[in-house]
């Protein structure tokens, strides 16, 4: 399987804050990829519509979560 092609957040920073949520493109088994900027070894699966959702209360706020605008 080839590595996945994460993309980071628009909204990233850059400056290695390694606050940034990264996605990789649809994974084998139609699951999307997630991972942390500081733990890059880790990386959870989604179903896509799990990870719609996830990013919808990230933007709302309902996590205790602020995200960038």
Do not use: N
């Not at 628009?10 to 949520?21: H, I, K, P, V």
């Not at 999307?32 to 209360?57: F, G, K, M, N, Q």
Request: proline share 6%; charged share 25%; hydrophobic share 40%.
């Amino acid at each position: 399987m080839p590595a996945p092609d994460w993309q980071k957040s628009s909204f990233s920073s850059g400056a290695g804050s390694g606050e940034c949520l990264e996605l990789a493109g649809i994974a084998p088994g139609g699951t999307v990829l997630l991972r942390e900027s500081e733990d890059a070894d880790t990386v959870l699966t989604a179903r896509p519509d799990a990870c719609r959702a996830l990013l919808a209360h990230i933007k709302r706020g309902r996590l205790g979560v602020q995200a960038a605008r």
